[in-house]
T-cell receptor
Framework: AQTVTQSQPEMSVQEAETVTLSCTYDTSESNYYLFWYKQPPSRQMILVIRQEAYKQQNATENRFSVNFQKAAKSFSLKISDSQLGDTAMYFCAFMKHNNNDMRFGAGTRLTVKP | NAGVTQTPKFRVLKTGQSMTLLCAQDMNHEYMYWYRQDPGMGLRLIHYSVGEGTTAKGEVPDGYNVSRLKKQNFLLGLESAAPSQTSVYFC?????????????FGAGSRLTVL
């Protein structure tokens, strides 16, 4: 079974600064998808960014980017120019290609301080 | 466009009572999922469905049953609730095919079992 590990239960960052959230995963698969989801206090799960394992180029979405290291099985999320609205729980997730079982990490609670 | 709608949003049960959580999606998605979220453990898959009339077990299926009689609805049942089932439950859906795997989540249902 695939496992996803987020080793930082809580992090904080000053507004406008950059922060990196860590995620590692364990799999024997070669083709899969990785995700970062954001869960603000409203509890709604929101997709932040998605990476396909066969693509070497790191995904980016505006202020959000990932550092995907396939050999190291690492998938970190970088948030640039942090905003107060980025305060949330962030979950890293893994899904095998053509599989329906998405596995989540335990989450990192990020607080952006003014 | 409502997306994924869960009812009820909150429920308190006594041990041994039964209840059903309803998930409805209006996006014509083939795949639907039920997750539970517990502190420090991220989201764990309970059951999922790849189409009308089909269901499958996920990571933590014990104590739950599901049904997918209509494509747009996915029901999660607790026949005899236990305090260990106190959790926040999330329904999600996604379409089939290339470019899929991006889950759309409902707003969650908080269940307390006394």
């Amino acid at each position: 079974a695939q496992t996803v590990t987020q080793s930082q239960p809580e992090m904080s960052v000053q507004e406008a600064e950059t922060v990196t959230l860590s995620c590692t995963y364990d799999t024997s698969e070669s083709n899969y998808y990785l995700f970062w989801y954001k869960q603000p206090p409203s509890r709604q799960m929101i997709l932040v960014i998605r990476q396909e394992a066969y693509k070497q180029q790191n995904a980016t979405e505006n202020r959000f980017s990932v550092n995907f290291q396939k050999a190291a099985k690492s998938f970190s999320l970088k948030i640039s120019d942090s905003q107060l609205g980025d305060t949330a729980m962030y979950f890293c997730a893994f899904m095998k290609h053509n599989n329906n079982d998405m596995r989540f990490g335990a989450g990192t609670r990020l607080t952006v301080k003014p | 466009n409502a997306g994924v709608t869960q009812t009820p949003k909150f429920r308190v049960l006594k041990t041994g009572q039964s209840m059903t959580l309803l998930c409805a999606q209006d996006m014509n998605h083939e795949y639907m999922y039920w997750y539970r979220q517990d502190p420090g453990m991220g989201l764990r898959l309970i059951h999922y469905s790849v189409g009308e009339g089909t269901t499958a077990k996920g990571e933590v299926p014990d104590g739950y049953n599901v049904s997918r009689l209509k494509k747009q609805n996915f029901l999660l049942g607790l026949e005899s609730a236990a305090p260990s089932q106190t959790s926040v439950y999330f329904c999600a859906s996604t379409r089939q095919g290339s470019g899929a795997n991006v889950l759309t989540f409902g707003a969650g249902s908080r269940l307390t079992v006394l």
